[in-house]
């Protein structure tokens, strides 16, 4: 009896092997179909992109900032207007002069032109001018008074007629806006081809009076920075070339208002 219930312990598995498979896939977990898995992994994909989007938001941003309490010790910048720069350029200027007259200032924007923008004798002679240079710094102001001349508080400040002269401090008279004479255009096309440079040219170039053609003519010409500060200053800057000495000189043109 015995052998028989071993024989039926191992040889019915034998004939009948559906049951055993049946209760080992019984035990076994399902499977996820491969459509079904892709398409929950695609789901997750898209629920963390919104999330990320959402976070990176302004809109939302701004809306959890105002919402959000803001602290009493906040300091609010307050921006000023900034005031406007001066404008700068380059411009020829050209000092000349009769060995015993007047100083002439001649201030050209195109060295071709015959047409200065700026042309003012002033009172200050050739030889007080080469003593004053000889120190090495010139200073010029030009000074126009309201109080003195008010109906030229708004003309254009390079069309003022007549000017106060200073020069390195000391009172020298007037200078006069003057128009360029047949001789001054004809000097300034003989010095069309020169940017820099000074000498002397020869006599026949009557600048103020008839009695003065028979005398030579000096010269000193060169580039100028000219600087416009606001509409009641500007002023000019002798630009030195590399191979000649320090020589500093300005030209300053103030003109001064009374509240």
Request: overall charge positive.
């Amino acid at each position: 009896m015995t052998k028989i219930n071993a024989l039926h312990r191992f040889l019915l598995p034998c004939f009948s092997p559906n049951s055993a498979k049946s209760t080992r896939s019984a035990t076994v977990a399902p499977k996820k179909r491969l459509s079904t898995s892709l398409r929950d992994d695609l789901d997750d994909i898209n629920a963390a992109a919104a999330a990320a989007a959402k976070a990176l938001d302004p809109q939302d941003q701004d809306s959890q900032s105002s919402t959000s309490p803001t602290p009493q010790n906040d300091v609010v910048s307050v921006v000023l207007p900034q005031q406007p720069r001066p404008s700068k350029s380059m411009v020829i200027g050209t000092i000349f002069g009769h060995r015993r007259g007047h100083v002439w200032l001649c201030i050209q924007h195109d060295r071709r032109s015959t047409k200065p923008t700026l042309l003012l004798e002033l009172s200050v002679s050739t030889h007080q001018l080469v003593n004053e240079m000889q120190l090495g710094l010139v200073r010029v102001t030009l000074e126009c008074n309201e109080s003195d001349r008010p109906q030229l508080i708004d003309c254009p400040l390079l069309t003022v007629p007549i000017w106060t002269v200073h020069c390195n401090g000391r009172k020298f008279g007037f200078a006069a806006r003057r128009k360029a004479s047949e001789k001054v255009k004809l000097m300034l096309k003989l010095m069309q081809s020169m940017t820099v440079g000074a000498g002397v040219m020869p006599a026949g170039f009557a600048l103020g009076s008839e009695a003065e053609s028979h005398q030579e003519v000096m010269y000193m010409r060169a580039n100028y920075d000219h600087v416009v500060g606001s509409a009641d200053s500007e002023s000019f800057h002798l630009i030195n070339p590399d191979q000649c000495p320090s020589q500093e000189l300005s030209v300053f043109l103030l003109r001064s208002r009374h509240s």
